[in-house]
C-alpha cells in the first residue's frame, strides 16, 4: 500500500535550522506534485509549501517565504523541507501528502500520516 513517512522533526532554539524528509513508499513519488503541510496548536492544517513532480515549480506561503526551501530527489522517492531561521509560531506537526494537482493544497491524495514534530522555544 501507498505510504508517506515523514521525519527529521525535533526541538531548536530560535533562528535554528531542520531539515524534514518525506519518504514514499508503495509507488513512484516522480509521478506526484507534492505539498507540505503543518498543523499548530489551535489551528487548522494549513500548506506551507508545495513542488512539482519534476521539481522545477515550487511555491511557499507567505509566513515561511525566504526561510524555507522545498526539494526533491526523485531517484530515493523523497521529498524534504529546509526550515531556516525558524520562529516560534512555526511549531507545529509537520505532514507531506501527494497531491492531485500542483496548483491546489486541498485536493490531497490518501490518508494523513502522524506526521513530524518541530518545537521552536527558547
Known amino acids: 500500500q501507498a505510504r508517506l513517512v515523514e521525519s527529521g522533526g525535533g526541538s531548536v532554539q530560535p533562528g535554528g535550522s531542520l531539515r524534514l524528509s518525506c519518504v514514499a513508499s508503495g509507488f513512484t513519488l516522480a509521478h506526484f506534485a507534492v505539498g507540505w503541510f503543518r498543523r499548530a496548536p489551535g489551528k487548522e492544517r494549513e500548506g506551507i509549501s508545495r513542488i512539482s513532480g519534476s521539481g522545477i515549480n515550487t511555491d511557499y506561503a507567505d509566513s515561511v517565504k525566504g526561510r524555507f526551501t522545498i526539494s526533491r530527489d526523485n531517484a530515493k522517492n523523497t521529498v524534504y523541507l529546509q526550515m531556516n531561521s525558524l520562529k516560534p509560531e512555526d511549531t507545529a506537526v509537520y505532514y507531506c501528502?501527494?497531491?492531485?494537482?500542483?496548483?491546489?493544497?486541498?485536493?490531497?491524495?490518501?490518508?494523513w500520516g502522524q506526521g513530524t514534530q518541530v518545537t521552536v522555544s527558547s
Open positions: 501528502a501527494a497531491l492531485e494537482f500542483y496548483s491546489d493544497y486541498q485536493r490531497v491524495l490518501g490518508s
